[in-house]
């Protein structure tokens, strides 16, 4: 059953995000210099961060993947292009050729039957042309291109997601070398005051119970030490293959000396409304609506007749086998011209419901294309509110844990005096500065949490991409080209 035109799905406007945005703490700039640029990695002041991304950008093999995509893409618009010219040929072909005794040629003429021919042909022009009155074909390679363009927009979706992933790989193994330092820190004075719980066992002023405590604490600080050095591998192993190649190229790549620069990130004042100029999905997934309103067009236009015409001009010679030294200059003689146009009109009249079904196939597909653009307006809405509260939490978090750590610090250094003098006990010292140090290992997480939010929030931002349609560009309108209502009487009387 035909759908009407009412029935066609409806693009969503940028939602609203004035709420959000002020309450995440993080300053608006104007448009110029609020959305990200196209390095925004460069921002964390890292050249081992860039060395990487530039390796990734080489050797990726899902980008090289996505590249040939579109490549693809792009023939796929030539071969639509071609419908809107000409076809020429030319065509020389040569045939030998016995006629039957008493076959159809003998039946004409007698005198035919049993011979042997050999005949000639030269058409050096061989033409025909589908003449678009309805735009079908014009409609076909505009919808060609609305998939290239989606396909570029999914190449640099694919770029983000490459540049982004390699850049949370990269920082959690940052975080995750500083914890390690602390870490094994940590474990060293849980071997300490294990050793002095043991000494003062064996002296028999301590119980075996705070032995075994001792133990247990120096045990979970080990392990913690594993479970740290076997994670700072597996972001190793991602960068390897983010890179294109095998784990050993990024063994010991945490294990230099190095320091990444926290990035503060802005917030562009035109937020909600620009976003489709700076998401490559959201432009994708709007190419690929428009893509689908074009092949509605083309499938309305097939109700309508189609007129094509054929053009053929050539030589044509034929003699017998006896004569065939002759055939040549037969061929090659004004004699010989032989040419026909032939102008042909097409009505599809009664098709079983196949033109309808193809058309109802098309508007189906466009409405999938329209309501997957308004699901990715939407993720993209909430991917950036999202960063902007883990970066608000994160940020509280570590101004929090800072100021905490401050006060261990200062309990420590009292702790200090106090055993220089005498006055506390070196066990109370160690177990201290054992908080203290916890608290930084704690601290690190949390700087970790806000470095890979503004990483997200990098991303929700485009990554850099600014080259979508703008907000105002019109919107794909299928169901209101000229020929719909034409095509509405046509099926109103059974035809298609």
Do not use: C
């Not at 063994?251 to 562009?268: D, E, I, M, T």
């Not at 909430?382 to 902007?388: E, R, S, Y």
């Not at 070196?426 to 916890?438: G, K």
């Amino acid at each position: 059953m035909p759908t009407a035109p009412q029935q066609r799905a409806e693009f969503m406007e940028p939602p609203s995000m004035s709420r959000t945005i002020a309450a995440s703490g993080v300053k608006s700039v104007s448009t110029e210099n609020g959305w990200p640029s196209s390095q925004w990695w460069r921002a964390f002041r890292s050249a081992e961060l860039d060395a990487i991304i530039g390796k990734s950008l080489l050797g990726n093999q899902g980008l090289r993947k996505a590249a040939d995509t579109l490549k693809d893409a792009e023939a796929a618009v030539d071969i639509a292009g071609s419908r809107l010219t000409p076809y020429v040929e030319a065509d020389l072909s040569y045939k030998q050729y016995r006629y039957a005794e008493h076959g159809v040629a003998a039946g004409l003429n007698p005198l035919q039957g049993g011979k042997q021919k050999s005949a000639a042909f030269l058409n050096p022009i061989s033409a025909k042309w589908e003449l678009d009155f309805w735009g079908k074909n014009r409609a076909l390679l505009d919808a060609a291109i609305g998939d290239a363009l989606a396909q570029a927009g999914e190449l640099e979706q694919t770029r983000l997601l490459l540049t982004t992933s390699v850049a949370r790989a990269y920082l959690r193994g940052y975080i995750l070398a500083e914890q390690l330092k602390l870490a094994k820190e940590l474990t060293g004075l849980r071997r300490e005051l294990r050793q002095l719980a043991e000494t003062r066992y064996q002296t028999g002023i301590e119980i075996l119970d705070i032995v075994q405590l001792a133990r247990s604490n120096e045990e979970a600080a080990v392990r913690r030490e594993a479970a740290l050095t076997a994670a700072i591998e597996i972001q190793e192993n991602a960068l390897a293959r983010l890179m294109g190649e095998g784990p050993d190229v990024a063994r010991g790549l945490f294990a230099r000396r190095k320091s990444v620069a926290p990035a503060q990130p802005a917030l562009p004042s035109k937020l909600p409304i620009e976003l489709l100029a700076h998401r490559p999905d959201l432009m994708a997934a709007l190419r690929r609506a428009e893509a689908w309103a074009e092949r509605i067009h083309a499938a309305k236009a097939m109700f309508l007749p189609s007129i094509d015409l054929s053009v053929s001009a050539g030589l044509e010679a034929s003699v017998t086998s006896t004569q065939f030294a002759k055939l040549g200059g037969y061929l090659f003689n004004p004699g010989a011209m032989v040419y026909s146009v032939t102008p042909g009109l097409h009505l599809p009249i009664f098709q079983g419901g196949k033109l309808t079904g193809n058309l109802e196939s098309q508007r189906a597909d466009y409405d999938q294309a329209v309501d997957a653009y308004n699901e990715t307006l939407l993720t993209a809405a909430q991917q950036v509110a999202d960063a902007l509260a883990t970066l608000k939490r994160a940020r509280a978090e570590h101004e929090s844990q800072g100021r905490f750590i401050r006060a261990r610090r200062a309990e420590v250094e009292l702790a200090r005096i106090r055993l220089g003098g005498g006055l506390q006990d070196r066990r109370e010292f160690i177990q201290q500065h054992a908080d203290m140090l916890d608290a930084v290992f704690i601290q690190r997480g949390i700087e970790g949490d806000r470095l890979i939010a503004t990483v997200d929030l990098f991303q929700a931002l485009g990554g850099g991409y600014d080259a979508g349609p703008q907000a105002h560009e019109p919107r794909p309108a299928p169901e209101t080209d000229p020929i719909t209502p034409v095509v509405d009487v046509v099926q109103s009387l059974g035809g298609g």
